[in-house]
């Protein structure tokens, strides 16, 4: 296995896109994750990932762009398959929705329920996730430390307001959990893409079960692929 090759100060100032000098003033205050060497400071990558996640800063990480332009890795399909099909899902709002929808949910060990609950509901209060049509779509507002995007599907066991643009209750609910933002924009854009399709959405809501729900995503994303080749 290759070691992963240690970042300096100029290294770490890229992947956050901020001066050097800001980056050389966190390490003399100890804000920032680091080791010494002779005298020399050196980062691991995967420390300032996660330490720019948790202070919600933006980051640039080409090996995320190249994931990002990868159609396996951004399939809808895979990401509903690792998060998972609900049905009958309870709560009388939108913060009991996702108190509830989360506790279902299977996330790595450092992640915390209640962070991404609370991350859940800020987002909420900003701006309804609630897209028109019965259908939500939310999520965080910075990304999450997860190797691979995740888009659990819920169906409700009644519609619930979400204040919604055109004012109806919600009855299914795409949650989106991407690891960067570049992925989540694309992620994002393939599914309302698949949702403004009045067809394919009445398909949607007349599903019975996980394998209705991957297969109807399956043939969209395969049709768009076709649709990309021609």
Partial sequence: MKKEKNLNIEDVAALLQIPSEKVERWVQQGQIPCK?????????????????????????????????RDETYLSLKAGIERGGVHFGLEGDDSAALFENAVASMAFPGHISERDVIDALNGREEIAS??????????????PLAIECPLVPVFFLEKSVDFRSVDGKPVSILFFMFSPSTQIHLKLLSKLSFFLRSAPLLEKLKSCRTEKDVLDLIGAFESDLRKSAAS
């Fill in 36 to 68: 010494f060497k002779e005298d020399r400071c050196y980062f691991r990558k995967k420390e300032i990932l996660d330490w720019a996640r948790t202070h919600e800063l933006m980051m640039f990480d080409r090996q995320e762009e190249d994931k990002s």
């Fill in 129 to 142: 996730t609630g897209i028109g049509r019965g259908i939500a779509i939310p999520h965080p507002r910075q």
